[in-house]
């Protein structure tokens, strides 16, 4: 699940180029393989938190009262 924080981190830093580059036009020109950086980020870091939140739910099922 930690793995999935850092791809939190860049996939933010990644949304706000891509923002600011429609804010201010001609000042930033975001390439194709920008774009598909990002969506390789967002697809990381969806299955980082999948696999975290699926390993959570199986430790606390295996020690209920430590919850």
Known sequence: MFYSFFFIGAFVAEISLI?????VEGFLVIEVRFLVL???TLVAMLLFLKEGLVLSRKLSA????ET
């Open 62 to 65: 295996k020690n209920p009262a």
């Open 19 to 23: 923002l600011l580059s429609l804010v």
């Open 38 to 40: 990002t969506g390789l």
